[in-house]
């Protein structure tokens, strides 16, 4: 059997209001190897300012907490799949909540990956990396700076 190419690093969107939880994740992406950047906001609404930003470049991958202020991840995840420049972007929803409501409804919303909280550190790199085994390789995420 071939060996997997190791996973390369990319640019995160990390949506998350908890500071601790924030510079846990960030660290853990970057010290790991899963991430060339972290880019923080803490809330649905700065998350969209970020995004359609013309002068900031797409991520990669956004990871996701749902309970946060002013617009929660619910109604983000909603929002970016209903957006034709945001909804190739996948999403790894990193929460507290683990009632089936939530994740069924997570991935109806099409996230990518439903993380629980306390996470599991290697459980949670791995459900990125397979994010980019399964499907950055074979998408090609709109980049508004790509265009002539």
């Known amino acids: 059997m071939a060996a997997l190419a190791a996973p390369r690093p990319y640019d995160i969107l990390l949506v998350e209001d908890d500071a601790a939880d924030a510079m846990l994740i960030q660290e853990a992406l970057l010290q790991r190897g899963a991430a060339r ?5 803490d809330d649905g609404i700065a998350a969209l300012e970020y ?3 013309p002068s900031r470049r797409a991520p990669d991958l956004i990871v996701l907490d749902l309970n946060m202020p002013r617009m929660n991840g619910r109604e983000l995840l909603a929002v970016l799949k209903n957006d034709d ?9 990193l929460t507290t909540s683990g009632a089936p409501d939530d994740v069924s409804d997570a991935y109806r919303s099409h996230s990518n990956a439903y993380i629980t ?6 459980d949670f790199i791995a459900a990125v990396q397979s994010i980019d085994v399964f499907f950055l390789d074979t998408a090609t995420p709109y980049r508004p700076d790509d265009q002539a």
């Open 51 to 53: 995004l359609r930003d």
């Open 117 to 122: 909280k306390p996470v599991n550190l290697d």
């Open 85 to 93: 420049d945001l909804k190739a972007i996948p999403v790894v929803v």
């Open 37 to 41: 950047t972290v880019s923080q906001v």
